[in-house]
C-alpha cells in the first residue's frame, strides 16, 4: 500500500409508502423527481431516548412527525446530515439518524419502519428514498456552495464537499467496522483511474501509476484522507499530550520527510476544529532533491471510534492557493451520527 500518511503504514420505513411510487414523471434528460409533500404512515420515532410511533410528513422544508396530534418538526435547513445505523442504547435494530441543530451539541433524532409490530424491514429503502429527497432538496449533507458537490463515499461515516471536476480514488480500503474502515482515499483534479474499452469491446480500470506517484509526492495537488482506529487519548474532546506527540512522530515518518528531502519547516502541532470536534493541525514543509519545495498540512480528527486525518499534499509555490480548497472541504465535513 501506498501510504499518503504514515498512519496507515503503521496503523495499518397502513404500511410505510415507498417514496418511489410518488415519483413524478419524468422529464427528458432529467431524473425524476419526488412529489412532495409526502406522508410515510408508521414509522418508530425516537428523541431525547423516548421512543413513539408516527407519521412522517417530508415537505419542501421540513421532516415533520405527528405522534398522537403532536407535531415534531425539524426544518431543512436545520437537519445538518442523515445517515443510517445504531443508535445509542439499541445497538441492535438500524435506524436512519438525523443530527440537528448548528452547533454541538447537536440534537438527535432516528426514525425507522414501524411495520410489523415496530420491526418492518424496509428501513434501509427508506433510508435511500429520503436521501434521494435531501439531494433534490440540496439540504443536510447535500448543502454546498457552487461549484463543489457532496462526496459520500466515505463508508457512510462522514461527507464533505469538493470540487466539480475532482476525481476520487479509493487505493485501499481494509473494513475494521461499519462505519470505519482503515484506507486511503485521494481525491484530486488529476483521474488516477479510467476505464479502457479492450479490442473485443469489454471494459476494465486501469491505474494512472505515474500520476498516483506524482500526488503522493506532491508534485501534484491532492487531498487525502485517511482512515484508520482511533487510539488512546483520542476523542472529538480532542487529543491527549501523548497522542499529539505519536501524530507528530508518525507525520515525520512520511515519505515528504525522507530520503531525498530536506527539512525545511519541521512538522509542528496546532489546535483545530473539524465539524465541532477539536482536532490537531500539523504541518510541514521539506525539499527534494530538485531543489522544489512541498508542504505536508494534516489535521487529524477522532470523532468516535474512527480517526480521520485529512492530508493536503500540495508543492510550495501552490501552497497558498490549494489551501483555500483544503480548508473549504474541511470546513463542509459531516459525521455520521450513527453508532459504528
Known amino acids: 500500500m501506498r501510504a499518503a500518511f504514515a498512519i ?12 418511489a411510487s410518488d415519483i413524478a414523471p419524468a422529464v427528458e434528460g432529467q431524473a425524476p423527481r419526488v412529489s412532495l409533500p409526502l406522508t410515510i404512515e408508521k414509522v418508530w420515532y425516537r428523541s431525547s431516548g423516548k421512543r413513539r410511533q408516527a407519521d412522517l410528513t417530508v415537505t419542501e422544508d421540513a421532516f415533520e412527525f405527528t405522534a398522537r396530534k403532536k407535531v415534531f418538526s425539524f426544518p431543512l435547513d436545520r437537519i445538518r446530515v442523515i445517515s443510517f445505523g445504531k443508535m445509542k442504547n439499541d445497538v441492535d435494530t438500524d435506524w436512519i439518524v438525523m443530527s440537528v441543530g448548528v452547533t454541538r451539541p447537536y440534537d438527535i433524532v432516528g426514525f425507522r419502519d414501524g411495520q410489523k409490530w415496530g420491526y418492518g424491514g424496509r428501513t434501509r429503502e427508506l433510508f435511500h428514498d429520503l436521501r434521494r429527497v435531501l439531494k433534490e432538496l440540496s439540504a443536510a449533507q447535500y448543502r454546498t456552495s457552487p461549484g463543489y458537490q457532496s462526496y459520500e463515499d466515505l463508508n457512510s461515516g462522514c461527507t464533505l464537499a469538493i470540487p466539480e471536476s475532482w476525481n476520487s480514488y479509493v487505493e485501499s480500503l481494509v473494513l475494521v467496522g ?12 488529476e483521474p488516477i483511474r479510467r476505464v479502457e474499452i479492450g479490442a473485443s469491446g469489454e471494459t476494465r480500470p486501469v491505474d494512472d501509476l505515474e500520476t498516483l506517484d506524482a500526488i503522493l509526492a506532491g508534485q501534484t495537488p491532492g487531498i487525502f484522507i485517511e482512515r484508520s482506529r482511533a487510539g488512546r487519548g483520542m476523542s472529538c474532546r480532542g487529543f491527549s ?8 512522530v508518525q507525520a515525520r515518518e512520511d515519505p515528504l520527510f525522507g530520503e531525498g528531502h530536506e527539512v525545511v519547516e519541521d512538522v509542528a502541532a496546532s489546535s483545530g476544529v473539524v465539524d465541532g470536534c477539536e482536532a490537531v493541525r500539523i504541518r510541514g514543509r521539506s525539499r527534494r532533491h530538485d531543489g522544489a ?4 498540512d494534516l489535521m487529524a480528527v477522532a470523532p468516535g471510534q474512527t480517526l480521520y486525518v485529512f492530508g493536503l499534499r500540495t508543492p510550495g509555490e501552490r501552497y497558498a492557493n490549494d489551501l483555500k480548497t483544503f480548508e473549504t472541504a474541511l470546513s463542509t465535513v459531516k459525521f455520521s451520527v450513527a453508532l459504528d
Open 8 to 19: 496507515a503504514a503503521t496503523l495499518c420505513f397502513g404500511g410505510a409508502a415507498s417514496i
Open 293 to 296: 519545495e512541498v508542504v505536508l
Open 178 to 189: 461499519s462505519h470505519s474502515p482503515s484506507g486511503t482515499t485521494i481525491l484530486s483534479a
Open 241 to 248: 499530550a501523548a497522542a499529539r506527540e505519536r501524530l507528530l
